[in-house]
Structure formats: C-alpha cells, structure tokens
C-alpha cells in the first residue's frame, strides 16, 4: 500500500525525532497522531508525513510514498554521522503493513462494525493513532489521520491480512454504499483542502512558501533551522502557495502554466509563477488549482493569467484561499 513506513524506537526516539522534524515532537502524547515537516540542511523542505507515537519510547512515522527509501536514508545520516550518541533504532516497515483509507462520513461506522474497540468520537478522536483489535482477533493499528478532508481513518493490519481485511471493508460498507477509490481521487479532494504533495514539495520550496511556516519552531534547533534564514529563503517576494479559480467555469486549467499580471507580455522578466497542481472539481462544478505566486498569500483576490504557450492556454483567474472546501474543518470532526 502507499505511503514509507518506518518504526523509530528507543530511549531517545523523542529526541530524535525532534530534531529530525521542524514542529515538535517531543512532548506527543502516547496514542497521538501528528503532521510532521522534515526540512534538508539548506533550509528546503524535504519531505512531509504524520509522526504517531505508540508508546514514551516508540514511534510509527509514515513518508510520501516517493521517498520511502530516501526518508529512512536521511534518518540513518543524521543518527549516525550527527548524532551517534542518541539511543534510538529505527526499521523499514513499508512492506509489513496494508494500510488503508476508511474516509468519508459513514467511515466510522463501517469500521465499528470490524473492530472491537470503542471508536466514538470522544473515546478516538480526530489525530488518534492506537493499536486496535479486529473482530476475530487480528491485531492492528488505527489512525484517525485525514488527508482528503473527510472523516477518515488508515487502517493498518499485516501485510499478509491486507486482502482479507480490504475484502472484509468493503463487505462491511457495502449497505453503506461503499466504494473504492484511488490517488487520482484522492488528488482532487487534497487539491480542494489545499493540501500540499509531490507538485508542491519540489525541492525548491519552503515551509513559509507552502503556507506551512507555523510548523518551524522557534524553541528548539532541527535540521535546517538555520540555512532556512537565509536572505533569498525569506524573501517576501518569493512564489508562495495559492489557490486559483477560473473567471470562465468553463475553462481548464493545466499544470505548468505561467501566472502572468493582465495585459503583461510573456516574457521571462513578466513571469510571476506557476500551477503546481490542477483538478476539475466535481462539488464545486469547475476547474480549480494550486500556484505559487510571487507575494501569493498577498494578493489573494487579484486575477492573473495562467499563461500555457505549449497547450495554447491562457485563462484568466483569480486567486483565493489554497483551501477551497470547509476551510473551517467540520467535515473532520463529526
């Protein structure tokens, strides 16, 4: 299933992940679940997942599924190399667990029906990450973990379960009118919550560039906390994440065009950015994207071109919040 998978563990495995990761780590509560920013040295950002801690000196963090290997790499660096006198061991577990996504507001019903644990609201929270036991026995792990937007949860179970499980999901959800769905699915309901993924952690970008600069602690030292303060890394004029809206809701929008002001000729010198991420949104009845934009978060409410030479595009939109659906978060929740 998606997503790298490792387990860190150890008398030091707080402390390490501390400063492996740029918002803190240190004081998660056990059966907790939360978002976590890796930066590289220069100050870029790295990758991105969730940190769960299972116990005081154990620790489940997953990875984009792209860098899965090169995730467990930088861990290995760093403990080795930076910091050797930390006690913590950490393991690939990517090929051990079937992990799969429940999402969508009759999720955890379907799920109460195949686990024995209690997973109301109050007793498993939005951001609760436990171990759980299947009807049956099974021994798994659950997340109430949402990257669409939805309720949702990611099951977890052994890897040589996962067909078994998945099977008995979609039984259990079939009265529900469950179906399956995949990333390219999954990639429309992240592009309309504004999430951020591979498009726009490109290795070019910041925290602050993909709205994301709350998650740098000023309280602590981490990889990359200081390069990170270099005068072209906190440049206000730097492209930075927005969302765009099509004037015409009948236009497309496509992935790679250049933001250019009204009336500017295409030239490099009038180039202010770029779409990052599109998707035609079926609740929202048209197309809709994410760009960074030089000044973005600035601007909001200015209508630009998305200029596509290659594609013979060039659309006039306008540009608004990253987050296009429930900014405030209720469909989290319920």
Known sequence: STLGKIEVAGPDAAEFLNRIYSNPMLKLPVGRARYGLMLREDGVVYDDGTVSRLAEDHFFITTTTAYAAEAMVHLEFYHQTVWPELDVRYVSVTDQWAQMSVVGPKSRAILQALIEDDLSDVAFPFMAARAITLKGGLKGRLFRISFSG??????????????????????????????AYGVEALNVMRIEKGHVAGNEINGTTTAADLGLGRMMSQKKDYIGRVLAQRPGLIDPDRPALVGLRPLDPLARLRAGAHMLALGAAPTTENDEGYVTSVAFSPTLGHWIGLALVKRGPARIGERMRAYDPVRDGDTEVELVSPVFLDPQGARLHV
Do not use: W
């Not at 939805?150 to 039984?171: K, N, R």
């Open 150 to 179: 939805e309720l949702a949860y990611e099951l977890a179970v052994p890897a040589g379960y996962g067909e078994s499980v998945a099977d008995a999901v979609m039984e259990a959800g079939r009265e529900h009118g469950i179906c």
